[in-house]
């Protein structure tokens, strides 16, 4: 256990000394999620009925930016050929890996999700049922995410190419995450969406691990 938050301590203190990613991901999403009322006009009840999907295309587009970072850095200045000879597994490293980048990447997103309600006129239960599948939600997209970081993670300009695997991945989370949210649905919609979207998302967790670990085995030979 001990390696394990010894790995995980360090992605975030990495993390936290670079800054820059974590602050343009979040301003990214800010602002993506700001423009779009001035783009579907002054309606507030549209602008209440599109509100989810806005937060949650906003806060798919602003993961992506940031995951060129999860295994790049470490495979460039070779940190990751020494982490495959340490004693903890390379699986259990990229389960670390995910958790440091879900908190230094999703989690502020979801802390700054109340000020895209405002703008989007959410009522307070709605947004709070938005932040609760985003919380249920974004795990999956790190996932997904770092599968293809590590699938492209020796390919040069491999943060262009890894969008484009990890895109087709996440249009169901995407979509039972909105479904989730979405006010046009009823409520037993809602709460099977939010069921299929919580195991999509524990799906991911168990797969992610095995996958990413054998594509940065394959990128390192």
Known sequence: MKPFLAMLTR????????????????????????????????????????????????????????????????????????????SLPLEMIVVAKICAHWVTTALPLIVATPVLAILLNLEIDQTLRVIFTLLVGTPALICFGAIGAAVTVSIKRGGLIAPILILPLSIPTLIFGVSAVSSGAIANAQDAALLFLAGFTLLSLVFTPFAAALALKMAAE
């Open 11 to 86: 992605d975030m203190k990495l993390a936290t000394r670079i800054g820059g990613d974590s602050l343009t991901v979040l301003l990214f999403y800010i602002m993506t999620g700001a423009i779009m009322p001035f783009a579907i006009g002054p309606d507030k009840d549209q602008l209440a009925q599109l509100g989810p999907a806005i937060i949650w295309i906003s806060a798919l587009l602003s993961l992506l930016l940031a995951l060129d970072r999860l295994f790049r850095m470490d495979h460039e200045d070779g940190s990751l050929l020494a982490m495959r000879q340490a």
